[in-house]
Every structure is written in structure tokens, then in C-alpha cells.
T-cell receptor, first 110, second 114 residues
Framework: GENVEQHPSTLSVQEGDSAVIKCTYS??????FPWYKQELGKGPQLIID?????GEKKDQRIAVTLNKTAKHFSLHITETQPEDSAVYFC?????????FGRGTSLIVHP | DAGVTQSPTHLIKTRGQQVTLRCSPK?????VSWYQQALGQGPQFIFQ???????QRGNFPDRFSGHQFPNYSSELNVNALLLGDSALYLC?????????????FGQGTRLTVV
């Protein structure tokens, strides 16, 4: 089955800095890679996703890049704000069974 | 649009008991997936229901079972509860399978087994 590795487990930045979270996957058949933000006491919220026929996707301060050859994809957040503080999860899979990374706790210091 | 709703939000059960968790999908969605999220971990896939049938199953024992109703709502049942079943149980709804379309999660049910 699919194996998704996510790094780092914790990321601490100053407000206004950029943050990058990286994930690797093992199944070359994987074709959809969503990113979720989970705030304390809430369910994960989809923030951006990318499909395997696209190399990059951007939505305001958030962007995702995908390298199919290397089997890795990354989340980029620019101009971070304190409200960006949360746990971020990547996910991927080539079947109906999605696999999530273990999460990155992003802390943005004012 | 109410989004994905789950009930109850919190639950405390005793070892050996049985529990039923409920999920109403986002309007227009026909597929429901259930996940178990232990503290500090990513969600682990339990199973997915589509057209009232279990379509895929993750690596969970038969103590975990489910059901989908004609209105697409779903239940997750866990029998013979163990302490290790304590977790946040998440329901996600989508259209025709998770990996082809966006999946929306509910707020989860926090299950504590004592």
C-alpha cells in the first residue's frame, strides 16, 4: 500500500516568514494529493490540492508543488500569520484508500 | 449548507461496551469515509461506503463495522471496546470516491474508553 512520509513534525516561524512542509509517497499510481489544516478540537479542513497532471498550484498565500519523478510534494505558505498556526496533513494514494502523513505542527510567533 | 455533521461530539464508554457513531454527509455527496485519529497522529482510514456498501476497508478488525443509509448518512459501530480504541473518529464525505474529488471532514467524535 501507499506510504506517505511528512517532514518536519514541528515547524516554528516568525510572523511574515515563509513555511515549507514536505511529503514523499511510495505508490507511483498515486494521482491526487490534498493538504489539510486541522485546528485544535476541529476536523481537518481541505486547504489546497493538486493532481498528478499539474506541477504547481497556487491559492493566494498557499502553494503546492508536485514532483512525480521524485515522488514528493510540498506545501508553501508565504507571509505567515498567527492564524496559520495549526497541524497540517498531506495525503495521497492511488486507490480509494488514502494515506495521511503524520502531520506538521506549524507555530507562527507574532 | 450544513457541511458534514457528526454526533455525538464526545462520548465516554467502558471497556467491552459497544458504541455507534453517526455522520451526515455534505449535501450532494454520496460517499462516506470513516477515519480514526489517535492523539498526535494522522487520520487512519477505517472504511468507505458508497451506494450503501462497504467499498474499501483499511487495516481494522471486524469489531469495526458500518452502515450507509439510502439518504447517504452513515454509522460506525465498534464492538467490544478496548482502551486503545480511544481516539477522535472522523467522517469525511465526497462524491464518487475520495481521490477523485474533494473530501470534507466533520468535526469528529471524541471517544474515550475507560
Amino acid at each position: 500500500g501507499e506510504n506517505v512520509e511528512q517532514h518536519p513534525s514541528t515547524l516554528s516561524v516568525q510572523e511574515g516568514d515563509s513555511a515549507v512542509i514536505k511529503c514523499t509517497y511510495s505508490d507511483s499510481a498515486s494521482n491526487y494529493f490534498p493538504w489539510y489544516k486541522q485546528e485544535l478540537g476541529k476536523g481537518p479542513q481541505l486547504i489546497i490540492d493538486i493532481r498528478s497532471n499539474v506541477g504547481e498550484k497556487k491559492d493566494q498565500r498557499i502553494a503546492v508543488t508536485l514532483n512525480k519523478t521524485a515522488k514528493h510534494f510540498s506545501l508553501h505558505i508565504t507571509e505567515t500569520q498567527p492564524e496559520d498556526s495549526a497541524v497540517y496533513f498531506c495525503a495521497g494514494g492511488g486507490s480509494y484508500i488514502p494515506t495521511f502523513g503524520r502531520g506538521t505542527s506549524l507555530i507562527v510567533h507574532p | 449548507d450544513a457541511g458534514v455533521t457528526q454526533s455525538p461530539t464526545h462520548l465516554i464508554k467502558t471497556r467491552g461496551q459497544q458504541v455507534t457513531l453517526r455522520c451526515s454527509p455534505k449535501s450532494g455527496h454520496d460517499t462516506v469515509s470513516w477515519y480514526q485519529q489517535a492523539l498526535g497522529q494522522g487520520p487512519q482510514f477505517i472504511f468507505q461506503y458508497y451506494e450503501e456498501e462497504e467499498r474499501q476497508r483499511g487495516n481494522f478488525p471486524d469489531r469495526f463495522s458500518g452502515h450507509q443509509f439510502p439518504n447517504y448518512s452513515s454509522e460506525l459501530n465498534v464492538n467490544a471496546l478496548l482502551l486503545g480504541d480511544s481516539a477522535l473518529y472522523l467522517c469525511a464525505s465526497s462524491l464518487e470516491g475520495f481521490l477523485n474529488t474533494e473530501a470534507f471532514f466533520g468535526q469528529g467524535t471524541r471517544l474515550t474508553v475507560v
